[in-house]
């Protein structure tokens, strides 16, 4: 089946540092790319939604110069959380899925884990 | 709008009994559903999709889910629960534009041996 590809799995850096999150999709080509947030025992929160070649959009209450997402390539998105502080430690996950093929499912990668020392 | 609802935030069976993990759907056309699995500090993984086809939809690990349009349901099952079920089970709706999911809030299933 559809592999996404996530990475790191997990990250800890101290406050200030900038850490960049890849998503890739190993199989498919991934017309859009959706980055979710999670917080403990909680459900997904959007974040983005990524087309390829175009900005994303983001979420009401999601801070676009804090949380800069990149879609170059239809096999490729990144996240980067800038300037990173301990309140932004979460769990990130992203998925894509191929839009030109109709009700297609989302293609989770496996997240990773920021934590904000 | 869309939306689904998990009307179960924890549910626990005993191994070999039967699984049911409950979602109701709001729709204002032929939605696309699906479940996911997600196991500790992992992504989601796709159990099955409904897309408009047959009703009764069979995915992996031996789970199904039935489509119900006269009760907006779409309830998960599986006849005998394994350890390895014991995770948190998400139900979503497509949009009807084809590009955004709505997510419920999610159930964690508990298996006891």
């Keep these: 089946g559809a592999v996404v590809s996530q990475h790191p799995s997990w990250v800890i850096c101290k406050s200030g540092t900038s850490v960049k999150i890849e998503c890739r999709s190993l199989d498919f080509q991934a017309t859009t790319m959706f980055w979710y947030r999670q917080f403990p025992k909680q459900s997904l929160m959007l974040m983005a939604t990524s087309n390829e070649g175009s900005k994303a959009t983001y979420e009401q209450g999601v801070e676009k110069d804090k949380f800069l997402i990149n879609h170059a390539s239809l096999t490729l998105s990144t996240l980067t959380v800038t300037s990173a502080h301990p309140e932004d430690s979460s769990f990130y996950i992203c998925s894509a899925r191929d839009n030109r093929v109709g009700n297609q499912p989302q293609h989770f990668g496996d997240g990773t884990r920021l934590s904000i020392l | ?113």
């Design chain 2, 1 to 113: 709008a869309q939306s689904v609802t998990q009307l179960d935030s924890h549910v626990s069976v005993s191994e070999g009994t039967p699984v049911l993990l409950r979602c109701n759907y709001s729709s204002s056309y032929s939605p696309s559903l699906f479940w996911y699995v997600q196991h500790p500090n992992k992504g989601l993984q796709l159990l099955l999709k409904y897309t408009s086809a047959a009703t009764l939809v069979k995915g992996i690990n031996g789970f199904e889910a039935e489509f119900k349009k006269s009760e907006t349901s779409f309830h998960l099952t599986k006849p005998s629960a394994h350890m390895s079920d014991a995770a948190e089970y998400f139900c979503v709706v497509l949009s009807n534009t084809g590009n955004q999911f709505y997510f419920g809030t999610g159930t964690s299933l508990t298996v006891i041996p």
